[in-house]
């Protein structure tokens, strides 16, 4: 009988361990199965929201004898498709929006309203296959291996062991290979099937498949390091599970709370607050205090910039964009903050290996909080592109036209 027969044998009868191998592959295809029904449901919404932004704006052509009122009344559904790989790891899909409907009113009020969700959802965030991977599997890992050596000396078998072996450390190195392999197949296949249901492309899934294998080759690292200083099997855990806590845990809200306090941003209401009253004020301000700012910002509209109607909607779309110009200040120092605060995030993960391989999967799957911003910005980019189609049309009072409505902009999702 082989070394390997042998150990297979031993690991067939040893039912602790089959219950934690069992554990993860539970752990994975559920991960994997919450992952594709969550991807799917936002797929169907998307679908709907699609159908329904299109259909919506064939019943409000024709309505509307003016561009004031065509701009007012008609939404544009942006939205950021999830990526064949978004299964495994939602990452900000869970926390910031990824479909918005705009109109050509003041953007900021707009881009920062979000779904009301359930806020236990938004606290603790959902089950996926990087968290599993994370923060679970090295804590499977560790009860698979704390007692490898520790074990045989309580039995009164290690030296037995280790003086019919190749070399001393060989049964060891084979028992926790072959646990460290079958640890490895239940996350893999459950994580290849899913890959394979979405359509995920092989590059995708063998990084993926890279980035699990090296964060259990460093617990696995961990774990021999601890059972080679001779300790009873319950000391070898619990310094284990206390190197689990720290790193899983400690280091990485340690982590946030010094990124947070290193880059201080405003907040995403204080924003939509400022641009709203600046837009609510300009009813009651003379025109030209309207009027003056946003000329600085379009010169090209300044022959058209003369208001002598109490209302006009010229007037009241250069508000709007001059409510947004108050709150860009703001605004920007919320994105580069957010940018500054991802990126020392992601410097910093490296002193914690769950947290740098959720990272990691996260920008396999697209939806970091670089992904996130990117969305942003051409939410953003797509509602200029409305102004500049419209301004035309209301500083020079044309007519409403089929023609001119077919030349509105649609906006072109990014497939990742």
Not at 134 to 158: C, F, K, N, Q
Not at 330 to 355: Q, V
């Amino acid at each position: 009988m082989t070394a390997t027969t042998g150990e297979l044998e031993f690991l067939a009868k040893d039912r602790a361990a089959l219950l934690w191998l069992g554990i993860a592959l539970l752990v994975a295809s559920l991960s994997v199965f919450l992952g594709l029904r969550e991807v799917g449901a936002q797929r169907t919404v998307l679908g709907a929201l699609v159908e329904n932004d299109r259909a919506e704006r064939e019943v409000l052509t024709g309505l509307h004898q003016d561009w004031g009122s065509v701009a007012y009344y008609t939404f544009h559904l942006t939205y950021d498709l999830p990526s064949d790989f978004a299964f495994a790891a939602l990452g900000t899909r869970d926390t910031a929006p990824w479909k918005h409907r705009v109109r050509a009113l003041a953007l900021e009020g707009q881009i920062y309203e979000t779904d009301a969700d359930n806020p236990d959802f938004a606290l603790i965030g959902r089950f996926d296959f990087a968290f599993a991977a994370s923060m679970l599997v090295p804590l499977l890992l560790i009860l698979l291996l704390h007692d490898l050596r520790s074990r045989e000396r309580t039995a009164g078998r290690y030296e037995l062991l280790s003086a019919t072996s190749a070399s001393a450390g060989s049964p060891w190195f084979a028992r926790a290979a072959l646990r460290v392999g079958a640890l490895l197949l239940c996350l893999i296949v459950p994580l290849l099937i899913g890959g394979l249901l979405a359509a995920t492309s092989a590059s995708k899934l063998a990084l993926a498949s890279l980035v699990v294998t090296l964060h259990i080759g460093f617990w696995w690292g961990v774990c021999a390091a601890i059972d080679r200083l001779c300790w009873s099997s319950p000391v070898n855990l619990t310094a284990l599970i206390g190197i689990w806590l720290a790193l899983a845990s400690i280091v990485p809200a340690t982590i946030k709370g010094s990124v947070e306090a290193a880059v201080p941003l405003p907040d995403g209401g204080t924003i939509m607050l400022t641009q709203r009253e600046a837009v609510n004020d300009a009813w009651d301000l003379p025109k030209s205090a309207t009027m003056e700012p946003f000329i600085e910002r379009h010169p090209e509209w300044a022959e058209y910039a003369e208001i002598s109607e109490s209302f006009e909607w010229k007037w009241y779309y250069a508000f709007q964009q001059v409510g947004d110009q108050v709150a860009e200040p703001l605004s920007n120092a919320y994105r580069e903050g957010r940018i500054k605060r991802d990126r020392l995030a992601g410097r910093l993960a490296w002193l914690s290996p769950p947290a740098l391989v959720e990272r990691t999967l996260q920008g396999i799957a697209g939806t970091s909080m670089t992904d996130s911003i990117a969305y942003e910005q051409r939410v953003r980019d797509f509602h200029s592109t409305l102004r500049h189609y419209y301004y035309p049309r209301l500083f020079r009072d044309e007519a409403v036209s089929d023609a001119s409505l077919r030349e509105r902009p649609e906006f072109s999702a990014m497939n990742k």
